[in-house]
């Protein structure tokens, strides 16, 4: 196998796409973080966790994909605070006791030369929820009969709710505003204390930062609603605190729905632009575009028209005009694609999910099928027997011609 590219890509997009630097095993350096490649696992969540404490399902999940050699292993979605939890499965960050079984992994993934991020999450009014196999619809009597799982109050930036049958929010106060923003400066400097190195902000899906910026959901008549720079106010504050906060060494991400998915009267991929310059300007590394979700429970899907590769204009649109540097995900399952995602310009990073769960080698996979050796990255008990297999089957095909 030919080596892998050993020039570093320096933080900052590039005018025109580096083809000739750029493919999905070249390094990328964001602040002082250094990415051996550009294959990100996506958080998902894993409802799991027991008063949002990691087990051993979380060691487990999240290990093995940094043995696998991807770059950066995200989290699930974790909870700034107990009622910003989706479900009672949720993993959280709102109290000092957490951190201690995060930093036992964090030490993990960084032990296997990846990188250990978080997704900071408030679930909003898409709280209090049940898991997605007990029903994936809003807690109610059978929950609590059936697990002791009872309903809590939601509240979101109007009383809008999610569907008929869900839970009413209830609207938030400027006080409350501003305690939720102290969770998140909380929640950000216990994973810095726990040892992750990327913080991701979790403005999608339908949860509290995106109720926020969309007009389906904020009907607020302060400053933090009507035009898109009201909607836009609060997540903005948010991404202020945090960064200030947040180790200045270490990136900031923020994942974003690029389109609501609901009609044309909600979030649009031109919102989406300039909320994208809007978080450059205040110090956000890198723009995660995912999309949809807004008004549909969490784990439904797609709300939109999915094939592969289907979000990645959003990445490209939002990398070109905004000159940050993004993320594509969604239904990338090949390594070609992937890699021409990176060398076309359209994305810096590509994340994988579910196809990572099918295969958590996926890298090694990539790797073998895009020429790059990824064997000098990964443990040595893994790589000894598996550049030996790798040697057998060149030999295999060059022999038979496969």
């Known amino acids: 196998m030919s080596s892998t590219c050993n020039s570093e890509i320096a933080a900052g997009v590039p005018d025109e796409p580096q083809v000739n630097e750029a493919h999905l095993f070249a390094p990328l350096s964001l602040r002082d973080v250094r990415l051996r490649n550009r294959v990100v696992i996506s958080p998902m969540c894993q409802y799991v966790a027991e008063e949002g404490f990691a087990c051993q399902w979380h060691d487990v999940h999240l290990g093995k994909f940094a043995q696998g050699g991807a770059a950066l292993v995200m989290t699930e979605a974790t909870a700034v605070s107990r009622d910003g939890r989706i479900t009672y499965g949720d993993l959280g960050i709102w109290s000092d006791e957490h951190t201690s079984g995060l930093s036992r992994i964090c030490r993990f993934i960084e032990s296997q030369g990846a990188v250990a991020g978080i997704q900071l999450s408030h679930a909003g009014r898409k709280g209090s929820a049940q898991r997605p196999w007990h029903g994936n619809g809003p807690l109610g009597t059978a929950d609590v009969q059936q697990r002791g799982e009872r309903p809590w ?232 027997h598996l550049s030996k297999r790798a040697a057998v089957l060149k030999s295999l095909e060059k022999k038979f011609s496969f």
């Open 153 to 384: 109050q939601v509240f979101a930036p109007s009383a809008v709710p999610v569907h008929e049958q869900w839970h009413t929010p209830r609207e938030l106060t400027a006080t409350d505003l501003e305690t939720v923003a102290q969770q998140w400066e909380a929640a950000a400097l216990r994973a810095a204390r726990a040892g992750f190195r990327v913080v991701e902000l979790h403005c999608a899906h339908g949860y509290l930062l995106h109720q926020f910026l969309s007009p389906a959901t904020n009907l607020r008549r302060d400053e933090y609603g009507g035009d898109l720079a009201g909607r836009m106010r609060y997540p903005l504050e948010i991404v202020e605190r945090v960064r200030a906060v947040w180790p200045a060494h270490l990136p900031l991400f923020v994942r974003i729905s690029a389109v609501d998915g609901s009609d044309d009267t909600g979030w649009s991929l031109d919102d989406s632009v300039r909320f994208a310059a809007e978080l450059s300007k205040r110090g956000v590394e890198v723009v995660d575009c995912s999309s949809g979700g807004l008004m549909r429970p969490a784990m439904s899907g797609p709300t939109l028209m999915a094939y592969p590769g289907y979000q990645v204009p959003y990445a490209s649109r939002v990398r070109r005009e905004v000159g940050v540097r993004t993320i594509a995900v969604g239904l990338i399952q090949e390594p070609a694609q992937a890699d021409e995602i990176v060398r076309s310009g359209d994305a810096d990073l590509v994340a994988i999910g579910r196809e990572a769960l099918w295969n958590p080698n996926w890298p090694m996979r990539a790797a073998y099928e895009l020429g790059y050796d990824l064997f000098s990255e990964i443990a040595d008990s893994y790589s000894f």
